[in-house]
């Protein structure tokens, strides 16, 4: 598919307006693709999300429940955490996925990668699957509450059709599993 590879924006200054150790804040005056002047915020983030799905030899996975601060809300999800910018994505989901489940994966597979909010953010995902899975003790961060819960893929899976499961990452990865199932590429 052919598309433009310039950029239609034009910035004329930028400003950071908040900057800590995940996240930097930029405020841009721009020229807009018609013409216009104008303002565009960018969170970058300082960090790679990374996401785990598990999956024994059974077809069951681990979901991970916490309260999640920024959406004032208990989400269910997979493994999830993030690694510095220009380090071994595969090393923070193996770190993440002990961290959390006290699992570790013989096999890894990358089967997406994602831009979380590409309207406000940079934030990049990369989604992994793990097999052959051994358990081992979590060590879950210390502002971590996690509950942990094992099982049937397709019930996950039915939890992401029907609403319960709303975490990007943890649809976009089910979602992929699925459909690799169903063509019987695993």
């Keep these: 598919m052919h598309h433009p590879e310039e950029n239609p924006w034009q910035i004329t200054s930028e400003q950071t307006t908040y900057d800590n150790p995940w996240i930097n804040v930029t405020e841009y005056k721009v020229i807009n693709p018609s013409g216009n002047p104008g303002i565009y915020g960018k969170i970058h983030f300082k960090n790679v999300a990374i996401g785990v799905l598990p999956l024994d030899d059974e077809l069951n996975t681990y979901l991970v429940g916490q309260f999640r601060f920024a959406l004032g809300q208990y989400s269910w999800e997979m ?16 770190r993440e996925l002990l961290e959390e489940t006290g699992l570790k994966a013989s096999k890894w597979t990358e089967i997406q990668r994602l831009h979380l909010s590409n309207s406000v953010s940079d934030e990049l995902s990369i989604l992994y699957l793990a097999r052959n899975l051994q358990q081992f003790e979590a060590e879950p961060e210390d502002t971590e509450q996690l509950i942990i819960h094992k099982l049937p893929f397709a019930e996950v899976y039915q939890m992401v059709c029907n609403g319960t499961i ?3 990452m943890t649809v976009a ?12 590429s695993l």
């Design 79 to 94: 493994p999830e955490g993030g690694g510095p910018v220009g380090t071994d994505p595969l090393a923070s989901a193996k």
């Design 173 to 184: 990865a089910v979602l992929k599993v699925q459909v690799m199932l169903l063509e019987g």
């Design 166 to 168: 709303t975490d990007a």
